[in-house]
């Protein structure tokens, strides 16, 4: 058993701690939080401001940045630096072996990860969502519930696929492109752009 740090305390970090509870490998010692600072300590033993954080940082410790928003969650690993991280995969979620999944990372309850896919750190494959063969995603990416990702496709740096989208075979998704809530992405996308739609159109603004 690690002890770990947990950073973020809104919706997402209920979720994320259900599946590291149910994991039943790490504790959670603490949590820490600039803006809910005022919440319980929902059972770890301290509580206190993210940016009291290097006062917290030892050899032996996990982090986990339980943050939703994949450009906080981004910037928060940066701030911390050298720190390990603690890998979370829900006992319900099937991850083939030949799949790497990178620390900093959760896999929610009822999740499929195939054969050589590759999601990177800080990324959350979230509730029922499935992630088929060859997939490589970078990092701090967000697969939202129910959310599909055929083989092949590559996704990049803080993508976020909305809930129930799907991604059709080999499409490349650009950097912090965003995919609407039950969208078919039939092309690649351009780097930080909204589409949404059966089939996916951007955004115009
Ligand atoms: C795509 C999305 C990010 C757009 O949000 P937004 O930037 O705030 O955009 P708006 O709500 O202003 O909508 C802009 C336009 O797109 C349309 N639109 C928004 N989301 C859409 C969707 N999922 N499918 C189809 N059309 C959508 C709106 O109706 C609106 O159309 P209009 O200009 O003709 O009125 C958001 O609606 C969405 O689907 N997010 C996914 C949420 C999710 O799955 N979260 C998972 C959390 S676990």
């Given at each position: 058993m690690a002890d770990v740090i947990i950073v973020g305390d809104g919706g997402h970090s209920k979720v994320v701690r259900e599946c590291l509870e149910q994991q039943g490998v790490d504790t959670i010692i603490g949590i820490l939080d600039?803006?809910?600072?005022?919440?319980?300590?929902?059972?770890?033993?301290f509580r206190a401001p993210f940016d009291d954080f290097e006062q917290y940082k030892k050899d032996t410790t996990l982090w986990f940045i339980a943050i939703g928003d994949n450009k906080a969650r981004a910037g928060v690993a940066a701030k911390l630096g050298d720190v390990r991280y603690a890998t979370i995969i829900h006992p319900t979620a099937i991850i083939s072996k030949a799949a790497t999944i990178e620390p900093g990372t959760v896999i929610m309850p009822l999740a499929v990860v195939q054969p050589d896919s590759v999601i990177g750190a800080h990324t959350i494959i979230n509730t029922g969502a499935i992630v088929e063969h060859d997939v490589i995603i970078s990092e701090a990416a967000h697969v939202s519930p129910r959310a599909t990702v055929t083989g092949g496709v590559k996704i990049g740096t803080g993508v976020h696929v909305g809930a129930s989208a799907v991604v059709n075979p080999g499409v490349d998704l650009g950097a912090y492109s965003v995919i609407g809530a039950g969208a078919v992405v039939v092309g690649d996308t351009e780097a930080g752009m909204t589409y949404v739609g059966v089939p996916a159109r951007k955004l115009e603004r």
């Amino acid at each position: 058993m690690a002890d770990v740090i947990i950073v973020g305390d809104g919706g997402h970090s209920k979720v994320v701690r259900e599946c590291l509870e149910q994991q039943g490998v790490d504790t959670i010692i603490g949590i820490l939080d600039n803006k809910y600072t005022s919440y319980e300590k929902n059972g770890a033993q301290f509580r206190a401001p993210f940016d009291d954080f290097e006062q917290y940082k030892k050899d032996t410790t996990l982090w986990f940045i339980a943050i939703g928003d994949n450009k906080a969650r981004a910037g928060v690993a940066a701030k911390l630096g050298d720190v390990r991280y603690a890998t979370i995969i829900h006992p319900t979620a099937i991850i083939s072996k030949a799949a790497t999944i990178e620390p900093g990372t959760v896999i929610m309850p009822l999740a499929v990860v195939q054969p050589d896919s590759v999601i990177g750190a800080h990324t959350i494959i979230n509730t029922g969502a499935i992630v088929e063969h060859d997939v490589i995603i970078s990092e701090a990416a967000h697969v939202s519930p129910r959310a599909t990702v055929t083989g092949g496709v590559k996704i990049g740096t803080g993508v976020h696929v909305g809930a129930s989208a799907v991604v059709n075979p080999g499409v490349d998704l650009g950097a912090y492109s965003v995919i609407g809530a039950g969208a078919v992405v039939v092309g690649d996308t351009e780097a930080g752009m909204t589409y949404v739609g059966v089939p996916a159109r951007k955004l115009e603004r």
